[in-house]
């Protein structure tokens, strides 16, 4: 409860800040006389919750997000664990891939339009490139990073290359795979809020743009606190699955004293247990004996 008390009051920190600034229209080097009150803001924002374009945008834009985003996660890891365990994937797709992956996605909207016969699939087809990369690379990275005798262990008592894929390779990336996936939802509200604004015909970048041609700068704030707050519901989401579906990783401890491992079903800490070693002369034990081993449950 502390913590989410610290949080609720930074939030309210920055919006009584933002208030203050604004309401004094001070203009010391930033101008925030320019910049409409939190309370204008929150008037629009009721405003636009009460007509049915707020929502159609926000349907729009989530429509386009999670079709794209889909899309991104399932060739993403396939691809990057591809690349990974084949040298000829590596050899056939990688130069074409490292090619591409240094531009923008954003850069890639006039391409979109010429190839797609509608806007809405170039934005889909955007979104999903935003988030490509970020999941491809930390897939690639995370399948090279696993320990060797897993597989070798597995190839010994008789698993083939489809059961090595399912018992070792895709839960031991799953954290890697996570990462990425993080990074991929918040590129992608990137890449889907510019596109709406440059080809968009509804969504929630193109209503904060369509705001800021009218010189509503309030609108504006709307959309930008609409895009900052889906953003964090999608990333958070995608966080907790990540924990869901890793529970059996160990989980920092942010309380003091020593560390505690966190037991993931009953969500308590189990405790750490040393191990009694057997007392030998000093100097002469081995290098083996000194070390502690810890047990948990």
């Given at each position: 409860?502390?913590?989410?008390?610290?949080r609720?009051?930074?939030?309210?920190?920055?919006?009584?800040?933002?208030?203050?600034?604004?309401?004094?229209?001070v203009?010391?080097?930033?101008?925030?006389?320019?910049?409409?009150?939190?309370?204008?803001?929150?008037?629009?924002?009721?405003?636009?919750?009460?007509g049915?374009?707020?929502?159609?945008?926000?349907?729009?834009?989530?429509?386009?997000?999670?079709?794209?985003?889909?899309?991104?996660?399932?060739?993403?890891?396939?691809?990057?664990?591809?690349?990974?365990?084949?040298?000829?994937?590596?050899?056939?797709?990688g130069p074409?891939?490292?090619?591409?992956?240094p531009i923008?996605?954003?850069?890639?909207?006039?391409?979109a339009?010429?190839?797609?016969?509608s806007?809405?699939?170039?934005?889909?087809?955007?979104?999903?490139?935003?988030?490509?990369?970020?999941?491809?690379?930390?897939?690639?990275?995370?399948?090279?990073?696993?320990?060797?005798?897993?597989?070798?262990?597995?190839?010994t008592?008789?698993?083939?290359r489809?059961?090595?894929?399912?018992?070792?390779?895709?839960?031991?990336?799953l954290?890697?795979?996570?990462?990425?996936l993080?990074?991929?939802?918040?590129?992608?509200?990137?890449?889907?809020?510019?596109?709406?604004?440059?080809?968009?015909?509804?969504?929630?970048?193109?209503r904060?743009?369509?705001?800021?041609t009218?010189?509503d700068?309030?609108?504006?704030?709307?959309g930008?606190?609409?895009?900052?707050?889906?953003?964090?519901?999608?990333?958070?989401?995608?966080?907790?699955?990540?924990?869901?579906?890793?529970?059996?990783?160990?989980?920092?401890?942010?309380?003091?004293?020593?560390?505690?491992?966190?037991?993931?079903r009953?969500?308590?800490?189990?405790?750490?247990?040393?191990?009694?070693?057997?007392?030998?002369r000093?100097?002469?034990?081995p290098?083996?004996?000194?070390?502690?081993?810890?047990?948990?449950?």
């Amino acid at each position: 409860m502390t913590r989410y008390a610290l949080r609720v009051a930074s939030l309210a920190a920055a919006l009584g800040l933002w208030q203050l600034l604004t309401s004094r229209d001070v203009d010391l080097w930033l101008r925030f006389s320019q910049f409409p009150t939190t309370t204008d803001v929150a008037r629009t924002f009721a405003d636009r919750l009460a007509g049915p374009d707020y929502w159609t945008d926000l349907t729009d834009s989530l429509t386009r997000i999670l079709t794209g985003f889909l899309l991104a996660a399932v060739l993403g890891v396939a691809t990057g664990v591809l690349v990974a365990r084949s040298r000829l994937a590596e050899d056939l797709l990688g130069p074409v891939l490292e090619v591409i992956r240094p531009i923008p996605a954003i850069a890639l909207v006039p391409v979109a339009i010429l190839l797609f016969p509608s806007n809405e699939q170039g934005i889909v087809f955007i979104t999903c490139t935003a988030a490509f990369f970020p999941v491809l690379v930390s897939t690639r990275h995370a399948v090279r990073a696993l320990t060797p005798v897993w597989e070798e262990a597995v190839r010994t008592m008789g698993g083939g290359r489809w059961r090595v894929l399912g018992s070792v390779v895709l839960p031991g990336a799953l954290p890697g795979v996570f990462g990425g996936l993080s990074v991929g939802i918040g590129v992608s509200w990137i890449c889907v809020i510019s596109a709406e604004m440059i080809s968009g015909q509804y969504g929630v970048g193109y209503r904060t743009w369509q705001d800021y041609t009218v010189v509503d700068y309030p609108g504006v704030f709307v959309g930008m606190v609409t895009i900052g707050v889906l953003g964090w519901l999608t990333s958070t989401a995608v966080e907790l699955l990540g924990r869901r579906l890793t529970h059996w990783l160990p989980r920092a401890s942010y309380g003091p004293g020593p560390a505690r491992a966190t037991s993931a079903r009953a969500g308590t800490a189990a405790p750490v247990v040393r191990t009694a070693l057997p007392a030998v002369r000093k100097g002469t034990e081995p290098e083996e004996a000194r070390d502690d081993y810890l047990v948990r449950d």
